[in-house]
């Protein structure tokens, strides 16, 4: 029986050039910033996306805490879609580690507009308020389905936070995917962010990392909250060549996940136990079932298709560099006898 891991795309395993990649590497203590290929890393990432530095840290988690720490002071709020991952997903790290209040929004499919995020900026020097100090935008979006921002929707955001003098960070834990659908240029993106966080172990595939790209000076204070939170790595160059290879070699192939996922959807609408399907950008499809999901996704299992529920109703599937064509058609097979 075929097993098809569609629970997420950071199951991948290294391709056989990353690993020689990996293998070739010239590495150093990171720490003591020695580490060649982690220094190759970090200002390649920032060059493509038109910011001044960069940083390699373990986790997207690890770069947004470290950025929303950055961006603001205790007592601060920062604003998010409700379904952002900064504050579903991280463990209650604004709190934790900045201890800012969120002011959480109702975007569509967490898409947000300047128009909804304006009236929700505190006035400044209430006392009785949170001061508004930074935006979250999340690209594409998890939990909407891998929705998309363009640089069109984003840029009269960046000038209202220029203009209320807030910071605009983004979680571009799928950005590329972003990118391969709108078809804007990574390089635009430094125009309009203060911060992005950059995954490189979801759809381009590497093992571990993700990488934070701001201004230099921000940069250098993310180093030290880095290092705060126990992210200072030593020889990381092992796991940094792998981000370069696969930001060289892993971009262009994101369109093949992507239709691998159009593929999938276009098969759920077609199912009868199959009530709604999101719509489908980029490579994450969710759908919503007429029974129990927990009861699907066993049957799936059965089957060898693994996938995960996302509520009591909704299962989400994931098409990475690791599902291949055949993989998709017997998944397709599956799911119409069930």
Same mark, same amino acid.
């Given at each position: 029986?075929?097993?098809?891991?569609?629970?997420?795309?950071?199951?991948?395993?290294?391709? $056989?050039?990353?690993?020689?990649?990996?293998?070739?590497?010239?590495?150093?203590?990171?720490?003591?910033?020695?580490?060649?290929?982690?220094?190759?890393?970090?200002?390649?990432?920032?060059?493509?996306?038109?910011?001044?530095?960069?940083?390699?840290?373990?986790?997207?988690?690890?770069?947004?805490?470290?950025?929303?720490?950055?961006?603001?002071?205790?007592?601060?709020?920062?604003?998010?879609?409700?379904?952002?991952?900064?504050?579903?997903?991280?463990?209650?790290?604004?709190?934790?580690?900045?201890?800012?209040?969120?002011?959480?929004?109702?975007?569509?499919?967490?898409?947000?507009?300047?128009?909804?995020?304006?009236?929700?900026?505190?006035?400044?020097?209430?006392?009785?308020?949170?001061?508004?100090?930074?935006?979250?935008?999340?690209?594409?979006?998890?939990?909407?389905?891998?929705?998309?921002?363009?640089l069109d929707q984003i840029e009269p955001i960046a000038?209202?936070?220029?203009?209320?003098?807030?910071?605009?960070?983004?979680?571009?834990?799928?950005?590329?995917?972003?990118?391969?659908?709108?078809?804007?240029?990574?390089?635009?993106?430094?125009?309009?962010?203060?911060?992005?966080?950059?995954?490189?172990?979801?759809?381009?595939?590497?093992?571990?990392?993700?990488?934070?790209?701001?201004?230099?000076?921000?940069?250098?204070?993310?180093?030290?909250?880095?290092?705060?939170?126990?992210?200072?790595?030593?020889?990381?160059?092992?796991?940094?060549?792998?981000?370069?290879?696969?930001?060289?070699?892993?971009?262009?192939?994101?369109?093949?996940?992507?239709?691998?996922?159009?593929?999938?959807?276009?098969?759920?609408?077609?199912?009868?136990?199959?009530?709604?399907?999101? $719509?489908?950008?980029?490579?994450?499809?969710?759908?919503?079932?007429?029974?129990?999901?927990?009861?699907?996704?066993?049957?799936?299992?059965?089957?060898?298709?693994?996938?995960?529920?996302?509520?009591?109703?909704?299962?989400?599937?994931?098409?990475?560099?690791?599902?291949? $064509?055949?993989?998709?058609?017997?998944?397709?097979?599956?799911?119409?006898?069930?």
């Open positions: 029986m075929m097993t098809v891991d569609l629970r997420s795309d950071t199951v991948t395993k290294p391709t $056989p050039g990353m690993l020689e990649a990996m293998w070739s590497a010239k590495v150093g203590d990171d720490v003591f910033g020695e580490d060649e290929s982690v220094n190759e890393l970090e200002a390649k990432a920032a060059a493509m996306f038109g910011m001044e530095a960069a940083i390699f840290c373990p986790s997207g988690t690890m770069t947004n805490q470290i950025a929303i720490k950055c961006f603001t002071q205790p007592l601060d709020e920062l604003i998010a879609d409700q379904t952002a991952h900064v504050y579903r997903y991280e463990g209650g790290g604004i709190a934790f580690n900045s201890a800012v209040s969120t002011r959480l929004l109702n975007g569509y499919r967490g898409i947000l507009t300047a128009e909804m995020i304006e009236p929700e900026i505190n006035a400044v020097g209430n006392i009785h308020y949170p001061n508004t100090s930074l935006v979250v935008l999340e690209n594409t979006v998890n939990k909407g389905g891998g929705s998309c921002y363009t000038a209202l936070c220029k203009r209320r003098n807030l910071k605009l960070h983004l979680d571009g834990a799928r950005i590329f995917n972003a990118l391969a659908h709108t078809g804007d240029k990574a390089v635009d993106y430094g125009k309009y962010f203060d911060g992005i966080s950059v995954c490189l172990s979801k759809g381009l595939g590497t093992p571990v990392g993700s990488v934070l790209l701001a201004s230099k000076n921000t940069i250098t204070y993310a180093r030290r909250i880095r290092k705060v939170l126990g992210g200072g790595m030593r020889q990381a160059g092992f796991l940094a060549a792998a981000g370069s290879y696969a930001l060289d070699h892993h971009v262009e192939r994101l369109k093949i996940d992507h239709m691998h996922a159009q593929i999938l959807a276009d098969e759920l609408a077609k199912c009868t136990w199959v009530i709604n399907v999101m $719509p489908t950008e980029t490579n994450i499809v969710l759908f919503d079932t007429e029974g129990p999901a927990d009861a699907v996704v066993a049957k799936l299992l059965s089957k060898g298709i693994k996938a995960g529920c996302t509520d009591t109703k909704r299962i989400r599937f994931v098409t990475h560099l690791d599902i291949h $064509p055949e993989q998709i058609e017997y998944t397709v097979q599956v799911l119409k006898s069930l």
